[in-house]
């Protein structure tokens, strides 16, 4: 049976792997300063953190329709797909996975929809192990019940640069951010199946990096990384320098989506990272 796959933007994975694995990518909107962009399409991920420290309202973001995830599920079978499975980042965290829900509906049960409980690769990756899965032609179920295996190994760490925009975002009270930012705080967080955890914070830039390490070295050996920033390029490469993971396949490096970084702010350093 051929099975075909559909993700969000909110997910991450690089377009070149998108195209090897045939994975169909539904992007989200982006709302800055009056104007609409399409994530990815109309605005670069770079455009869109250059523009971040001078947007006099802070950007917001909205769930792709439901006609679009209904176009997308309409164009695999078209191609083919006699099933689909649509993994979608944390319900809990955003309004996608109601919208491919919801469109799933229209399709009976041809079209799977699966809360990932993750953000960026933590969703990513979820797609990715679909995509093998699919192409060592096992069924839905079986996919199904190795990706709800697999999320227990995902963990996903990040360390944002400012309090400034979790409080523009509304996300922190005004006089926690204030605070932070006279302290110069850079709080820590992490993703766990549709809620963040608060991790602490840390004053600098380079203790930053050393507590992330040492949490990503605690995770033990690894299957996938990510290393996960905000416009820090320079800044993730010394990271994964440092990291120097032995993996099978070469980790990847990703600048997020700005479905995240509206909120985190630019500068941002995090993994995603699954446990072998």
């Keep these: 049976m051929k099975t075909g796959l559909v993700t969000d933007s909110v997910a991450d994975i690089p377009e070149e792997l998108c195209r090897a694995h045939q994975i169909e990518v539904v992007p989200i909107t982006l709302f800055i300063e009056g104007q609409s962009y399409i994530d990815g399409e109309t605005i670069t991920r770079e455009e ?3 523009r971040m420290p001078t947007m006099q309202t802070p950007a917001t973001t909205a769930a792709p329709s439901v006609g679009s995830f209904i176009e997308r599920y309409e164009k695999l079978f078209a191609a083919g797909a006699e099933t689909i499975i649509s993994i979608h980042a944390a319900a809990k965290l955003s309004g996608i996975f109601n919208a491919a ?3 799933a509906e229209n399709f009976g049960e041809c079209v799977h929809v699966f809360n990932s409980g993750q953000l960026s690769l933590g969703c990513g990756f979820q797609v990715l192990s679909a995509a ?3 192409a060592k032609d096992l069924s839905v179920e079986e996919i199904l019940q190795d990706l709800t295996a ?7 760490i990040a360390v944002l640069d400012t309090l400034e925009y ?3 975002s509304g996300r922190v009270s005004w006089a926690k951010a204030r605070i932070g930012e006279l302290l110069k705080l850079k709080p820590m967080i992490e993703l766990s199946y549709g809620k963040v955890e608060n991790l602490g914070a840390v004053r600098t830039t380079r203790v930053a990096n050393k507590r992330v390490l040492e949490m990503l070295n605690e995770v033990g050996t690894l299957e996938r990384l990510a290393i996960l920033h905000t416009n820090a390029e320079e800044r993730a490469r010394q990271f994964l320098a440092e990291a120097a993971p032995n993996l099978a396949s070469p980790p990847l490096l990703i600048n997020v989506t700005p479905a995240l970084g509206a909120h985190l702010g630019p500068n941002g350093l995090g993994f995603a990272a699954v446990k072998k």
């Design 101 to 103: 829900r919801l469109a």
């Design 132 to 134: 093998e899965s699919i």
């Design 48 to 50: 869109f953190y250059e």
């Design 166 to 168: 979790l409080r523009r």
């Design 150 to 156: 697999l999320q227990k190994k995902i963990k996903v």
